[in-house]
């Protein structure tokens, strides 16, 4: 026997497809209680008639996509799709609502914590190696540092570890306690690597339906950054470009500001390939027309413009190949 | 000289290498497109450009008409962002005042695109704009109550092909229509190269409920992209 449901009713099913019992919503049937209805359902949970009929019978099946199966399930009449048509505008609506509350603090959070993972991440993990590298004399403790931790967490001794990783037997080993600290303390690598993975995820959902446009321009990561380091969206969108240009830049500004040359880019956008990855002659132009664009961008999503399509995008890159092509030699100084 | 109009259903028909369909709110564009006046009619421009249904309509070997939904049907639209497709989509399936009784649940994950799609929905009755993740279907099916019977999935995540096959095996009738728009460059680089990633993605329906009629390529209109034109098998 199984339950099907949805916010009108519920039935209980038997196996030969007989309704045996139904119950209908019939009290207080209003918009605004409807949404909550939808709201519940959203989050996997039983609607108040299924969870009635689930606590009368034993040993029943709840489906909540049931319905869709059963070619008898009633059709909306009319005033029922005028309620849902209805209800289901107003459920987005307080949803788009509830979005948007104080984003600018959720993402500080989040980017603010990902940045403490990956300082102790950083940290662990060369602990972990250098200390694997004293009982595994002759493995490569540059490359393969990621295939060297996850080996330790893999094995059950050092010489196992050995064996899986295909170098020569060590010739001390760690006590037992010693090695399980060793094992414990990779392991701690693998998870801070995992959390940061979580982190990002979270940080990406929550970057595209906040600067979709800034996203689509320098990725959602770097979106969230550059939004960190100006401290709110609001306060991103009114800097001019060049401040916007120099974001992450601290300690060259602060050298500029005893009489160095000024910086041509902050670490954000110097992580970019268009940037970074240039002739080092072109970065500080290549950085100054991303940070135009980036300052439009986050403007868009700031003060409610369409965001920009594939289109867009794909103009901005031709055109920063553009610029990086107009220059193929160094200047010559004078 | 005029053009030779081809009709692909109720309001939507072919001039030359353009599209338009009837428009459901006259005096209104919804993406800045062009319109014109026939008679008491107005019709809107389908941007092959901006829309990869209007795109597949033209680069078809099949019926273009077949692809389209007819107007009455029940639609699921995953991925509507701000709702240009989606509106005219509408013009066939609803036309003005819904008096086809069409419906199409436009579903996006990004609340700041739902904010266009719900004033759309606001002038446009048959349009349900549901702000959710695709990729879980309990978010969806508390507002479906019957399969549906055209469902397109354009959303701009990884694993496209495995949550279309979800969401068609629980929320596609029989014989009902599927398309999936696939873009080349959402999915991970380390996924292969662009063909190799069609083919995984094709391997995904074949083994599913779902037959592929047609790997319709959308170059030159939207690069980097394919749509698969799918039909739910008849299962009992
Ligand atoms: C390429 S756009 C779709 C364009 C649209 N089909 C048109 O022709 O106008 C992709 C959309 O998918 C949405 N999206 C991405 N991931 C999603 C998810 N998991 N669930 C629902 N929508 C999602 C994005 O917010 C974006 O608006």
Redesign the pocket.
Known sequence: MRISYDWRLSRLINDEGMVIDEIYWTSDVTVPNLVRRLLLLQKGRMSPEARILYERFDDVEVCPEGHLDDINWPPYDEDQQKMFDEAAIKMTKLKIAESSGDLDKRLDMLVSSANEIRSTWTTSESRCIEWVGLFLTEINLDTNRKEIINSIVKSESISSAANLMETTQPLFSPSEVEWKSLKKHCELAVDLTQRMRQHEDAIRILTLDYMPTLSSLIGPLNASKLLVLAGSRERLARMPSGSLQVLGAHAAMAAHRKGASPPKHGSILFSLPQVGKSPRWVRGKVARFIAGKASIATRIDHFGGIPWGDKEISKINSDIEKIISKFPKPPIRK | MKRKIISLGWGVRKEGRNIWTRNAVKGISVRKERRKKDGKNEWRIWDPTK??IAASLLRTKFDPAKIIPQPGNDCLY????TG??VSHIHDCVCGSGNHHKGQIIA????SR?MRELVKLSEIRPGIVPVLA???DIAQISPFIYKKVDWIHQ????SDQAKTFVKIAESFLKNNGIGLLSLKGASERAADGSLEIKFEKAEEILMNSNLNVIEKIDLKGLEEQHVLFYCKMKCID
């Open positions: 829309s990869k995953l991925g509507s962002s240009g497709t579903v996006d994950i990004s695109m993740d695709a990729r354009d959303l701009s995540i």
